[in-house]
């Protein structure tokens, strides 16, 4: 039997969670001075990972994959795009780094392209283009003064682009309690590799979150990781809710709307501003999303 489709539930379950994303990423900089990168994914995932495990023991869904290798494949990629994600926010303006992440539409039909054989018109090329020219406008980069650094966020982009072909392509069946799961294990082991490679201590602020190793913890600290876990379980939660209930190409339209509460919460708490040319830019990223999502025939 057919669920039935709830589009308005749907979307306001998708505004719901990128509300709480929006929120909850923006408390990053509470801990990034004197915390790690890596710290922070370990203990995070660790946090998470333990009420996934409670959640599935009361039968919430099953943890074990049923293809594992096309699961820790899948997880590889969308863990490495949001370890570089959170990298960024540390450094970056949250609104830029949104922005990269979500030139993911316009790498998957690249990507679906090349490596698929799918067919595309002149439109959907158009809005990859009208994309990326957003994606310049938004990073704004320096030709005498070129720095890689600013392309990182895209480049997360099409790591998460490739992740989302591959829980098409690979993981047909699997739980969403499991791709959550193992998602998590990936980040929690990639927050491990750091802990031991990179050295504890050293010089505190933003700009080292991403190169410091293990950090002291403090009770703050802890309070802080305890909110971060929770709030991406209840966002993600939202998230996936409302994948359940409403038809998948318009569903996704609204977690566009990350730009603009992480927008908001980073001008509430943190006083950023996104100038003019930023503000064009991610409507044209957004726009270009639109029509990719929209427009299924080539």
């Given amino acids: 039997m057919t669920a039935t489709v709830q589009p308005r539930q749907a979307a306001f379950l998708i505004l719901a969670g990128m509300m709480m994303l929006g929120f909850t990423d923006n408390l990053l900089p509470y801990i990034s001075s004197d915390s790690s990168l890596w710290q922070f ?3 995070r995932s660790s946090l998470v990972l333990s009420a996934l495990i409670v959640a599935s023991a009361l039968g919430a869904g099953a943890l074990w994959p049923r293809k594992p290798l096309a699961v820790i494949g899948r997880s590889l990629f969308q863990a490495g795009a949001l370890l570089i994600y959170f990298g960024c926010i540390a450094i970056m ?11 993911a539409p316009l790498f998957v039909l690249i990507i679906s392209v090349i490596f698929q054989g799918k067919s595309v018109g ?42 989302a ?36 201590g050293g010089a505190l602020g933003a700009e080292g979150f991403p190169l410091r190793g293990w950090m002291p913890v403090t009770g703050i600290m802890l309070g802080w990781y305890a909110v971060l876990a929770v709030g991406a379980l209840i966002g993600i939660g939202f998230v996936f ?3 359940q209930v409403g038809e998948a190409s318009s569903v996704a339209i609204f977690e566009y709307s990350l730009l603009i509460f992480a927008s908001f919460w980073a001008w509430t708490l943190w006083a950023e501003t996104v100038p003019l040319l930023g503000l064009i830019g991610m409507g044209l990223i957004v726009g270009a999303g639109v029509i990719i999502t929209l427009r299924s025939d080539p």
């Fill in 165 to 200: 072909i591959a829980t098409r392509a690979w993981c047909e069946g699997e739980h969403t309690l499991t791709l959550t799961a193992w998602f998590f294990v990936m980040l929690l082991i990639f927050g491990g590799i750091g802990i031991l490679v990179l050295p504890g």
């Fill in 122 to 163: 002149p439109i959907r090329w158009l809005a990859v283009g009208i994309g990326f020219l957003g994606a310049l406008l938004v990073i704004r980069p320096d030709p005498s003064a070129l720095d890689p650094i600013s392309f990182l966020p895209i480049f997360a982009g099409l790591l998460y682009a490739i992740g």
């Fill in 93 to 103: 303006p949250i609104g830029v780094v949104i922005a990269g992440l979500f030139t």
């Fill in 241 to 243: 809710r409302g994948y």
């Fill in 41 to 43: 994914h370990f203990i």
